[in-house]
């Protein structure tokens, strides 16, 4: 995701509506992308976190921020809005004395895209990039890119385009149809089995003291109640032993045995209780594990200029051990590179950075929200190599990904009461980016799809499918003809 750079005219003019990575427009004439990337260099500049030293006027740019948000999403809905006037500060290094310029812009606009042009303009920014999107409406019907096609590849066979010919294109409008039954079948079955879900959890909280019981697998309802009904077997069968070990403690049934880096105890649906109940015994010994982690990652932060570590959602659960292996790892590879590491960052300071510690197989790579992905077989010096040459990129992802964010929760919400949706929700993979063009998409094209549905639980990925409990998933790229 490359930032667009805008030379300011006059630092002085201030900005106006750059939170919003405003995305979202009312004749579709600028994609959330494209007035993302217009309206970057604003919210660069008037981002509540570059007023640390600032508390009023860092108040001031939230609140504006927070109107001109609802001003835009407002224009989405193609509501009546009457005209607004925020105010702004940016920083200014001109005005050595008083360090900060005032700026004032007046939105009367029911263009999203004229609003853009309105900000930029306010703040004397070039219109080059707003000039070279094309005015005329962009049908509902666009195709979306999705990259390479198979048939495309294997054309050059003997009878290849002729099979693929053969394949079906999926659209979403006549998907939704045959499946928007089985899902509603599916949920209802679903609704079933988590009466029962919920009186033996209930039952276990009371019987072993157990905080909470979760379910990390692709396997559906009716296994999780399985798992529940054996676990309270073994639990009256063997109380003292159970509650020994699980009073106070979440339990996740998974694919794995041990303790999740969150402390969680995680029971393999695979085996037998009789399993589960050997396993327990070793519970209490990961109690050191998962307290070293807070320290660990604090050591490893210091040795990196005191860079931020996150601990990233993923698809599959991060047992302790292993990630306790893995910071061991690159402790060691950091510790071995504190000579290149001072000479590198001679400030000292990188705590507006992040990074993830991924495990050997993973790539060295910045990721679209501004992360670092380090795979601890890397060599410190290709580590610190990385991190100097992309640092400023690394703080412009970090920034632009929570204006995104704020984006995208609220086309998430507006997506889900037009739709008339029980649940919106998306996979790890897919990019805010990508999540509100699916949901733009989704509200253009409501008259069609909305009877089907209504009263669903959606997941945007990148596939077509309905789990066992109901979850109808759908690729965020979807065509409709």
Partial sequence: MNVLRCPFKSRQASLSCSCLNLTLRIHRCLSVSEAATALRPFYFTVHPDLFGQHPKERSINEDSLKKLHQYIFALRKQENVPPTNLTFFAKNDADKE?????????????SIRDTVTTVLTSCQLPLDYINTISEVPLSSKTKVHHGPDFRDIFAGRKGGEAFYRKVE???????????????????????????????????LKKMVGVRAIGWHT?????RFTACLTSLEKVSENHPIVVKKFLFGRNVVFTDRNGVSLSGEVCLNHTDVPQVWLMRLSSVPAYDAVIERLPYMEQELSRLLCHIKIRRRERHHIVMAEEYEVLLNKILNTMRRNQDL???????????????????????????????????????GSMIVDFIAKTQQQAEERLKDAISLKMIEDEVIQQCQDKLGLIHLEKDLNISPAQMTQCCERLMDNADEITTYMEGVRVRVTQYYSVTDDGLVCIPWNWEND
């Fill in 98 to 110: 008083q360090g900060l310029s005032h700026i004032k812009v007046h939105l009367a606009s029911p």
């Fill in 169 to 203: 294109k999926l659209n979403l409008l006549s998907w939704i149809k045959t499946n928007s039954k089985i899902s509603r079948k599916k949920s209802q079955e679903s609704r079933d089995y988590s009466k029962d879900v919920k009186e033996i959890t209930g039952r």
């Fill in 218 to 222: 692709n396997w559906g309802p009716r």
């Fill in 341 to 379: 590491v001072r000479r590198m960052f001679r400030s000292g300071d990188l705590s507006r950075l992040e990074m993830v510690v991924e495990g050997s197989s993973a790539p060295l790579t910045l990721t679209n929200l501004g992360q670092y992905l380090i795979p601890v077989s890397m060599p």
